[in-house]
């Protein structure tokens, strides 16, 4: 499943990957994201059935602002959720200046990502 939305010059997109043999979905968050885009990525996220570990990949992530920050926080407070990394420098930056990325689990490959 993928969602794209917005201009070629500026663009975000969502993809999901089931992983049910491992109790995963995958959602990878791709390009730029901002406040345009919450809506595809809640989607997405929401649609994780809770009995599923959720793995945020943010490997393809461009830019983000703080709505993905919100996104992370708000995640991350109802539900089991793995970040796959290494987290870009921009979002990295702005996980340290907030003081959070630290409550963050992430993982370097999807193997970790699956382990319990």
């Given at each position: 499943?993928?969602?794209?939305h917005?201009?070629a010059?500026?663009q975000c ?29 809640e989607?997405?996220?929401?649609a ?32 089991d ?5 290494p987290i ?7 996980l340290?200046?907030?003081g959070?990325?630290g409550h ?13």
């Amino acid at each position: 499943m993928q969602w794209t939305h917005g201009d070629a010059a500026a663009q975000c997109s969502v993809e999901v990957h089931a992983d049910e043999r491992r109790g995963v979905r995958v959602v990878a968050v791709v390009g730029e994201m901002d406040v345009e885009y919450e809506p595809d990525i809640e989607l997405a996220v929401e649609a994780v059935p809770l009995t599923l570990r959720l793995v945020l990949d943010v490997t393809r992530l461009e830019f983000a602002d703080s709505t993905m920050l919100n996104i992370l926080i708000r995640t991350h407070r109802r539900r089991d959720l793995r970040i796959l990394g290494p987290i870009p420098a921009q979002l990295r930056t702005l996980l340290q200046l907030t003081g959070i990325l630290g409550h963050f689990q992430v993982c370097g490959s999807l193997e970790e990502a699956c382990a319990p």
